[in-house]
């Protein structure tokens, strides 16, 4: 099971394109469950939640697959702080405690659906990668406003996010919806490539029907499977 990180360059605008495009390998695998991350803004209410104007956008390079595939918590995670580690001497603001430190990123976001992965592993041995992938994004939560605003603390930059596929993927993680899931599915768990129609002016999704167990009846996306006006965000690709 190979979970992976979309990365950070959500920011990046240096194409003109708000960050779009900017996975990299090896998120870019169709494969892999790529992670993007999300702000919970410390509490434990989802409603508050958005997604980090860092965490990096698809169509990937050359393959144009849609990912990340899903996005979890990943600002301000405070995990454990092994002795000597470089970061802690580089970034002591961020140490929490003697044995703590906090981090932000969509690598911080990745452990988190790693471990939702091995609780599924736990609960049913004989799960396939292909079928963990597909009930993981099967059962993300998908209610998310149309865009957010995040502004840098530090620069005072406004980034604007729009919570298209190509940022949020199929949804924010549910574990425990994921783990009461019992659909059975057969077959590959591949994300779609993105591809344009100049004719209508629009992207569409190719690869989402047939053996990839992922899409089947668009459950995955909810009706985020027909892509809308895209290149109103992203330009013609």
């Given at each position: 099971m190979v979970v992976v990180s979309a990365g950070n360059g959500g920011r990046n605008n240096s194409q003109g394109i708000q960050g779009y495009g900017t996975i990299?390998?090896?998120?870019?695998?169709?494969?892999?469950?790529?992670?993007g991350a999300v702000n919970t803004k410390g509490t434990t209410d989802r409603g508050?939640?958005?997604?980090?104007?860092?965490?990096?956008?698809?169509?990937?390079?050359?393959?144009h697959c849609a990912k990340p595939d899903i996005v979890a918590p990943g600002n301000k995670i405070v995990s454990t702080l092994?002795?000597?580690?470089?970061?802690?001497?580089?970034?002591?603001?961020?140490?929490?405690?003697?044995?703590?430190?906090?981090?932000?990123?969509?690598s911080m976001a990745t452990p988190v659906v790693s471990s939702a992965a091995a609780l599924m592993l736990q609960q049913n041995p004989s799960l396939t990668p292909d079928q963990i992938k597909a009930r993981l994004m099967r059962t993300a939560t998908k209610k998310f406003p149309q865009f957010s605003v995040n502004v840098d603390p530090d620069t005072n930059i406004p980034y604007t996010s729009y919570y298209d596929i190509f940022?949020?993927?199929?949804?924010?993680?549910?574990?425990?919806?994921?783990?009461?899931?019992?659909?059975v599915s057969t077959g590959y768990a591949l994300s779609p490539t993105a591809i344009w129609n100049p004719t209508k002016g629009q992207i569409y999704l190719s690869g989402v029907d047939g053996q990839n167990v992922v899409c089947g009846a668009n459950v995955v996306w909810g009706n985020g499977a027909s892509v809308s006006d895209m290149t109103q965000i992203v330009g013609e690709p």
């Open positions: 990299t390998a090896p998120g870019n695998d169709p494969y892999v469950i790529t992670v508050n939640d958005v997604i980090t104007s860092y965490s990096s956008k698809s169509p990937t390079t050359f393959h092994p002795a000597g580690l470089t970061l802690s001497k580089e970034f002591p603001q961020n140490q929490v405690s003697p044995d703590c430190f906090s981090l932000s990123g969509t940022t949020v993927g199929a949804g924010y993680l549910d574990i425990r919806a994921a783990m009461n899931d019992t659909t």
